[in-house]
């Protein structure tokens, strides 16, 4: 029986966050011993914020060392460039038809994007939910992992591809999303009601590359409340229960297993148990990290390799819908 597929993809668009990692990259890992996995450095999604293309080439670089540093294999996976593949852009333009307008305006990423940069709120920012749903049906994907905030953008791809069936007959397979139960929503540490952010230069965000002795500071700094009581409460704990989440992604646990770990205990034991995990987690990673930054020719060795592999699998799916809407095929 053939594997099932698994895509995902995470923006080169500055330093990466323990959110990408526990919300994302940790499952990504996770999953390439038992399915077919493709995991994309989505730099055509990326431009749709102004980059600097000094900075988008190092950023694309670091992001498949963090892959690799965090314990992907490309024996087992497709590391690729999205770009590379040129089918991506195809395929979006193509779904950009088959999606509305109302859609795209009630896209939650939408609107926080064109708040931030309201100088330049250009029509890819509008239509990136379409090549989003591209990057996802080329593959016949059947699961994508990512964390919550990733949610509405999978299912509208659903329903672009449930529209483009009902159409042209069953070509695209339907996906699921997969949002972890813990880690899903990593909050800022300085402000728990916000999503912790690559994009945020703030103490409340742990970046993955950051000095050690800085991360320990910046979790023992922590925002919490002054309830003094360890309990898990998302609305009145918020930052507690951030904590906590942090602890429990870094264990492979749940909430209910690690709660009574810190019963009776103070809010400086967590914020220094949890310190300890992260550290735990990262040291080894950044030092992964390091030399995998200092071989780019192996990166691009990978890279190719991924991009090869990708395109193999994306290519069959694009003709098919090419030929469905009735393009003619290159003789
Ligand atoms: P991006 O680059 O913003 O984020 C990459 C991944 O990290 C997850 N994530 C978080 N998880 C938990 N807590 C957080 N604070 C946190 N911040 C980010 C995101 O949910 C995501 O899984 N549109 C996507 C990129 C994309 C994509 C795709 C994803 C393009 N094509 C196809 C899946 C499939 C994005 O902007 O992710």
């Known amino acids: 029986m053939s594997k099932k597929i698994i895509l995902s993809g995470i923006q080169p668009s500055g330093q990466l966050s323990i959110g990408n990692y526990l919300g994302a990259i940790k499952n990504f890992v996770n999953y390439q011993d038992t399915y077919d996995t493709y995991y994309c450095i989505v730099d055509l999604h990326a431009i749709t914020v102004r980059q600097n293309p000094v900075a988008l080439k190092e950023n694309s670089y670091a992001l498949a060392a ?11 996976c497709s590391i690729f460039i999205q770009s590379h593949v040129t ?9 950009s038809t088959f999606t509305q307008m109302g859609e795209l305006e009630r ?5 926080d994007k ?3 940069h309201k100088q330049n709120i250009n029509a890819g920012l509008f239509t990136y939910p ?11 994907t059947d699961v994508v992992p990512t964390g919550h905030d990733q949610k ?29 139960k813990v880690a899903a929503r990593i909050k800022d540490l300085q402000n728990p009601l916000k999503k912790m952010s690559k994009s945020s230069d703030g103490a409340g965000t742990i970046f993955l590359n950051e000095p050690l002795k800085s991360i320990e500071k910046k979790i023992k700094r922590a925002v919490t409340d002054n309830e003094m009581n360890i309990a898990y409460d998302e609305k009145n704990q918020a930052g507690l229960a951030n904590l906590m989440g942090i602890y429990a992604a870094c264990e492979n646990k749940q909430i209910e297993e690690v709660l009574p770990l810190f019963e009776g205990k103070g809010y400086g034991d967590l914020k220094k148990a949890v310190a300890e995990k992260v550290i735990e987690i990262l040291e080894p ?10 071989d780019k020719a192996e990166l691009d060795n990978i890279l190719k390799k991924g991009a090869e592999k990708a395109r193999a699998k994306a290519s069959p799916t694009l003709i098919k819908v090419k030929e469905a809407v009735g393009f003619i095929a290159p003789s």
């Open 66 to 76: 963090w892959y690799l540093a965090a314990g992907l294999n490309p024996e087992k």
């Open 87 to 95: 089918e991506h852009a195809e395929m979006g333009w193509i779904l």
């Open 107 to 111: 896209m939650t990423q939408f609107k």
């Open 114 to 116: 064109a708040n931030q």
């Open 130 to 140: 379409a090549l989003m749903a591209g990057d996802i049906l080329l593959y016949g």
């Open 152 to 180: 509405q953008h999978i299912e509208l791809t659903r329903d672009i591809a449930k529209r483009f069936n009902g159409i042209y007959g069953d070509i695209l397979t339907v996906p699921e999303p997969f949002i972890p």
């Open 285 to 294: 990673m950044q030092n992964r990290y390091n030399e995998l930054m200092n």
